[in-house]
C-alpha cells in the first residue's frame, strides 16, 4: 500500500507544491493593446484556481474572474464568433516568458506571484464549470479554451487575515 502512494506521488509535476501554493492567490490581468495608441482597458480580476499542465512542461493556470466579463466582451477583436456568447467566468492563462521556453521554471506564473513580478501571459476564454465536472483538465485544454489577448499578471498582495477568534469575539461585542 505504501508502495502505491509513493509511486503516485512520483506522477506528480515537478513543482506540484509550488504549484498547489500560487492557487488561491489573487492577480490582476492587465490587457495588452497591441495598438499604438493607448486603449482604455479593464484590468481583469480574479483568482489563480489551479495548475494545469501545458506545452513543453509549463504550467498553465485556472484563473476564477471576481465578477464574470461582460455579454459580448472581446476587446481586441480576437475571439471567433461561437465564444462571444458564452458567459465567461474563467480564464486560462499560459507564461509567455521572456527567457527561451527550456530555460524557464516549469511553475514561472506561480513563482512570478509568490515574489511578487510581472509576468506576460497569453489570456483564453476558461472552460465552464460544468465542462470542468465532466472532462477535467481536457476541458481546459489549449484547443477548447479560445486565445482573447495577451496581458501582463499583475500580482496582487496576500490579504492580512484576522484571526478567527478576533472575528468572533468583534461580532460578539
Do not use: K, Q
Request: net charge positive.
Amino acid at each position: 500500500m505504501a508502495h502505491s502512494a509513493m509511486a503516485h506521488s512520483m506522477d506528480l509535476p515537478p513543482n506540484h507544491r509550488s504549484a498547489a501554493s500560487a492557487a488561491g492567490r489573487a492577480i490582476g490581468l492587465r490587457i495588452i493593446s497591441p495598438l499604438t495608441f493607448e486603449l482604455a482597458l479593464p484590468v481583469l480580476e480574479g483568482r489563480l484556481a489551479r495548475a494545469l499542465p501545458g506545452y513543453f512542461g509549463l504550467l498553465r493556470y485556472l484563473v476564477e474572474l471576481d465578477a464574470p466579463l461582460p455579454d459580448g466582451f472581446d476587446p481586441l477583436g480576437e475571439l471567433p464568433w461561437f465564444a462571444r456568447s458564452r458567459r465567461v467566468r474563467s480564464l486560462v492563462i499560459s507564461p509567455a516568458p521572456d527567457a527561451p521556453t527550456l530555460e524557464t521554471p516549469p511553475d514561472v506564473i506561480g513563482e512570478c506571484v509568490r515574489d511578487g513580478r510581472v509576468l506576460h501571459v497569453f489570456v483564453s476564454i476558461g472552460p465552464s464549470a460544468r465542462a470542468l465536472r465532466v472532462a477535467g483538465d481536457a476541458a481546459a485544454s489549449e484547443s477548447r479554451c479560445p486565445f482573447l489577448c495577451m496581458a501582463d499578471l499583475e500580482p496582487r498582495p496576500v490579504a492580512a487575515r484576522a484571526p478567527l477568534t478576533r472575528l468572533i469575539r468583534e461580532a460578539r461585542a
